[in-house]
């Protein structure tokens, strides 16, 4: 009964957002931007393939330039296998961030499930339609490595070669939301700026009912007795 419960809040959460949030600058990051908190509650915006196969068609369109996996042109098989297993590499990537953020060890178990992603496919050569050879990559499981595989290679590169003090957990405690920072200067800590509006506001709530607190005690000490 909870779990129906918990499965029709996560539904209406994705019901009020009329995009998933593309914010984060990678397409990984993305994909573990799924999860998401709601006034102060956690949901997941993909519970069904249905979910997966909207969110997909979005990514595809803010990542023209993502790493081209060969058969992500045939037909993906949007199932709950598939469902379960995007979930899973979300966690991994997940877990991973949450390493390098926070300066801990490498979670071994999260690595293995990236790297069995990986090895669903290979580099190869591809003859482009102007007749020039470019690289590519092909899945050995066509019905699901092409979306896998096109997630994994975001994760490896961004692992592998991009800075990692750019890569940050949002600094508003309500939010889980990962980000690459691209900024000149380094200096990005909120995943948007309503994120930074509502964190904002937030603390100066914090800080108004504190000082209401703090006269309020000030107040009571005048009134007793000397």
């Excluded at 029709?8 to 914010?23: G, I, V």
């Excluded at 979930?87 to 990236?114: F, M, P």
């Excluded at 482009?128 to 975001?154: C, D, F, K, N, W």
């Excluded at 904002?200 to 709530?205: E, I």
Aim: one cysteine or more.
């Amino acid at each position: 009964m909870v779990e129906v419960e918990q499965h029709k809040e996560s539904r209406q959460a994705h019901t009020n957002m009329t995009n998933y949030p593309f914010l984060s600058g990678v397409l990984a990051l993305d994909l573990v931007n799924t999860e998401v908190i709601v006034r102060g509650r956690r949901y997941d915006l993909l519970c069904s393939p249905e979910d997966v196969v909207r969110w997909w068609q979005e990514a595809l369109t803010h990542y023209p330039d993502r790493e081209k996996v060969k058969e992500e042109t045939q037909a993906i098989a949007w199932s709950l296998p598939l469902l379960e297993r995007i979930k899973q590499i979300r966690a991994a990537i997940r877990t991973v961030c949450t390493n390098l953020v926070k300066q801990q060890s490498l979670d071994q178990e999260a690595l293995t499930v990236l790297n069995a992603i990986l090895a669903m496919g290979y580099p190869a050569l591809d003859v482009a339609s102007e007749g020039e050879m470019v690289p590519v990559y092909r899945a050995r499981e066509a019905h699901q490595g092409a979306i896998l595989m096109t997630i994994a290679l975001s994760a490896f590169h961004l692992f592998t070669q991009a800075e990692k003090n750019r890569l940050h957990k949002c600094k508003n405690d309500r939010c889980i939301l990962f980000f690459y920072d691209t900024t000149k200067s380094a200096t990005r800590q909120w995943c948007s700026l309503e994120c930074l509006n509502r964190a904002r506001s937030l603390q100066h709530y914090q800080h108004v009912k504190e000082e209401q607190l703090r006269q309020s005690g000030e107040v009571m000490d005048l009134t007793q007795p000397r």
